[in-house]
């Protein structure tokens, strides 16, 4: 008996153990990893022989400043501590003590911000940021920039505008992304079809897709997910937009919103496009490197991601075609804000301005995570060297807008995903889908 | 006289008090006055980062004109009930008879229906998770391809399912322990008056069990009416809100919306433990109702 109940508990462990190597979430921004757990605060030290140098000074006044974020992947972790430690030698009387946090992010955020125990520089991302601002628990930083000799202008008007709010600055945005045409090199070489360019439009994507599907493969030409973060972009390059320009009104039943969603999920009407899911997967970037969708829009995430998981996986990435209203585009962008609270404001500032200075964004640039926000990097070698990178940088000037609908984001985000779902899972007509999208979102305007 | 044995009796209370004075303190700060303050919030307006802003029962009136907590919630929330409860019931039940019988090796069959329950609920559901993947096991067995869990007609199924499989364990324990409750002579009085197995599972093991169904199943309504976990890890509410229930709205709207309900949420809380109120009154009454009183 007792043998059976060791086996058993072998077993159990076992159990345990596997589940613990699950898999871990794909890097894609939208994406909420279930658990929150704050991980062990580190400290980011000045090593031994700095403080023998200046002992006297550094030893007592350490002034504290508390910097948190979402922890994507480790490796980016890891460049964010670099970048401390280098601050940390250079400001010795600064002691940066980096609070990452796992899982869901805002809302660990907005609790430690209702127990006023928030960090002093904390993430902010574009598409609920402005909550911050209007509840007035955000440091105004215009007088802090001009402290320092930093200008607007130094960054890319898109990006620092998303984060200005009637008139004030209140974020320094870090890098951005925005969505590029990413297509299989093998597979339009195997069909015979030139690689996409710039310059296509919704005409050229259709034939290619058409000629890149096999379904009875499990192989089609395009990405089609119910995904508010894909599907805006064709809203736009059908001349249209989501919100009215002051975010009092939803513009998902204009005809151009609906003539997008019916070329959208056209593609898959027509095989020529499928979802994630209907290849067994949740992110549509797998199946991109699987070789099971041979285009997607994806943004510069999908870079190291590929690197990591499908190094044999040729492709390469255009700006997203234009559609009969012209250029369009999504922008991500997350900035570095300084809590209202924070005791040394002027401490955290110079952590944030270290951290977004040229120097720093240049080390972020060439480790290939993200795109820095400062203008001065658009010529830079790396870019030369990188066409992919490039695509992804140089949309944020071609019809992008940013990932951004107001204070009912997320109800607006969950009515467009629900309306492609309606229609790829119910058959609901596409104007109609659309129609109660809108009306669902005037609702929640209208409940604010 | 007196007052020795006074002094010893208040003594004695004061030292019971004593005792109970951290489980006292722990109760007081989490859970009693975490309810009411969350009974205070339920009237206000509330988005974390400014303070809460009273505006009477509107967050009421709100809960009770949503539309996605009107068609989708509450309905998926009755229905995930109804159909668990006595599922789940009737199988820990059965699994406890079986295993109240002499059978060879039954420590390890109850070892083996137990495990489900103390592993980590979120660790099951992302086995289950796998398991109903599209290219997943269930599919490879049974040569099928459905999308299980992106499906509006069989997501729900999927996660009643597996929450019924985790849950009949602890309940066949219990079940267990009331069923070696019931004396052995009743089982004999039943067969000398001619009894047969099923007859005295019917007559005898039933009524004797009434307090412990009792127990079952209201533990089991008040866990279905706040199941939560499994739908988080697995459908996040989804496909087109088929799985979204009572606790998964109020969770969006205290966490996940751009603009914080916390008042609203609060408002749907108070809501959902006025109904598990409800359901367990009415649920003692036809129990107890039916038979014995010995609840």
Same mark, same amino acid.
């Given at each position: 008996?007792?043998?059976?109940? !060791? ?40 090593? /031994? $022989?700095? +403080?023998?140098?200046?002992?006297? #000074? ?87 920039? !001009? ?50 360019? @710039?310059?296509?439009?919704?005409? #050229? ?20 997910? !119910? ?23 939803? #513009?998902? @039943? ?29 992110? +549509? ?57 924070? /005791? ?16 720093? +964004? ?48 997320? @109800? ?8 492609? #779902? ?16 809108? $009306? ?9 | ?13 004061? %030292? ?41 029962? =509107? ?11 009107? &068609? ?7 229905? *995930? ?75 729900? *199924? ?49 009524? %004797? ?24 890890? %697995? ?11 009572? &606790? ?13 309900? %916390? ?24 129990? =107890? ?7």
């Amino acid at each position: 008996m007792n043998r059976v109940f !060791a086996f058993l508990s072998v077993l159990l462990i076992a159990a345990f153990a596997l589940s613990a190597c699950a898999p871990q979430a794909q890097p894609t921004p939208e994406k909420i990893v279930e658990t929150v757990v704050v991980r062990e605060t580190q400290v980011v030290e000045v090593p /031994k $022989e700095v +403080q023998v140098e200046k002992t006297v #000074e550094v030893e007592k006044e350490q002034t504290v400043v508390r910097l948190s974020g979402w922890a994507s992947s480790p490796s980016e972790t890891a460049l964010l501590e670099s970048l401390l430690y280098r601050f940390s030698v250079e400001n010795p009387d600064i002691l940066v003590k980096y609070e990452p946090i796992t899982g869901d992010y805002k809302q660990a955020l907005l609790t430690s911000i209702a127990a006023g125990t928030e960090p002093d520089v904390y993430y902010m991302d574009i598409f609920w940021w402005q909550e911050l601002a209007k509840n007035d628990v955000l440091q105004p930083l215009d007088d802090l920039m !001009a402290s320092s000799g930093v200008k607007k202008e130094d960054f890319i008007p898109a990006l620092i505008d998303a984060f200005t709010y009637e008139g004030v600055v209140y974020g320094i945005p870090k890098d951005f992304n925005t969505l590029g045409l990413f297509y299989n090199k093998d597979m339009f070489d195997a069909a015979g079809l030139e690689y996409p360019t @710039d310059d296509w439009t919704w005409d #050229e994507l259709t034939i290619a897709a058409e000629a890149l599907s096999d379904p009875a493969n499990n192989v089609f030409g395009f990405g089609v997910p !119910a995904d508010p973060g894909r599907f805006p972009v064709f809203v736009f390059q059908n001349g249209g937009n989501i919100m009215n320009a002051d975010f009092t009104d939803t #513009e998902l @039943d204009s005809e151009a919103a609906i003539g997008a969603a019916q070329f959208y999920t056209d593609l898959r009407a027509f095989q020529i496009g499928a979802l994630p899911s209907d290849l067994g997967e949740g992110w +549509q970037g797998t199946l991109f490197g699987k070789g099971q969708l041979a285009m997607v829009y994806e943004g510069g995430w999908l870079i190291p991601y590929l690197r990591e998981q499908f190094p044999n996986t040729k492709y390469g990435v255009v700006m997203p075609p234009a559609g009969p209203g012209g250029e369009g585009n999504l922008i991500f962008t997350v900035a570095w804000g300084i809590s209202k609270n924070s /005791k040394n404001p002027e401490a955290a500032w110079r952590v944030v301005d270290f951290l977004t200075n040229e120097a720093s +964004q240049k080390t972020v640039l060439e480790s290939g995570f993200a795109l820095p926000s400062r203008t001065a990097l658009k010529d830079s070698d790396y870019l030369k060297n990188n066409p992919n990178s490039a695509a992804i940088f140089n949309g944020s000037f071609n019809g992008a807008r940013p990932f951004f609908w107001g204070a009912v984001g997320s @109800d607006v985000n969950d009515q467009m995903g629900k309306a492609i #779902e309606r229609i790829f899972k119910e058959g609901q007509a596409v104007a109609d889908s659309m129609k109660q999208a809108a $009306e669902a979102v005037r609702k929640a305007l209208a409940d604010q | 006289m007196a007052t020795r044995l006074n002094r010893a009796k208040w003594n004695e209370a004061a %030292m019971g008090y004593l005792f109970t004075l951290p489980w006292l303190f722990i109760f007081f700060t989490f859970i009693v006055f975490s309810i009411g303050y969350a009974f205070y919030l339920s009237f206000t307006k509330y988005n974390l980062l400014s303070p809460p802003e009273v505006w009477g029962l =509107e967050g009421y009136r709100r809960v009770l004109s949503d539309e996605l907590f009107m &068609t989708k919630a509450l309905p998926n929330t009755f229905k *995930y009930t109804l159909i668990v409860v006595p599922l789940q019931t009737f199988i820990s039940l059965v699994l406890a008879f079986a295993m109240d019988q002499k059978l060879r090796l039954r420590r390890v069959f109850r070892t083996i229906f137990y495990l489900p329950s103390v592993t980590s609920s979120v660790v099951i559901s992302l086995i289950f998770v796998w398991l109903f993947a599209p290219q997943g096991v269930i599919n490879q067995i049974f040569r099928l391809s459905v999308n299980w869990l992106d499906n509006v007609n069989t997501a729900f *199924y999927v996660i009643m399912g597996m929450n019924i499989f985790t849950t009949s364990g602890t309940l066949m324990l219990i079940f267990l322990s009331g069923l070696q409750d019931i004396p052995t002579s009743l089982y004999e009085a039943a067969e000398i008056d001619g009894a047969d197995k099923m007859q005295s599972f019917l007559y005898v093991t039933i009524p %004797m069990l009434r307090p412990v169904i009792f127990f079952v199943v209201t533990v089991g309504v008040i866990g279905c009416f706040q199941v939560f976990d499994q739908i988080f890890v %697995m459908t996040a509410g989804g496909p087109l809100d088929s799985t979204t229930t009572l &606790t998964y709205l109020i969770y969006k709207w205290a966490f996940r919306d751009t603009t914080i309900k %916390m008042g609203q949420a609060a408002a749907a809380a108070v809501i959902l433990s006025l109904i598990i109120l409800g359901v367990t009154l009415l649920q003692r009454r036809v129990i =107890e109702g039916s038979g014995s009183s010995t609840a």
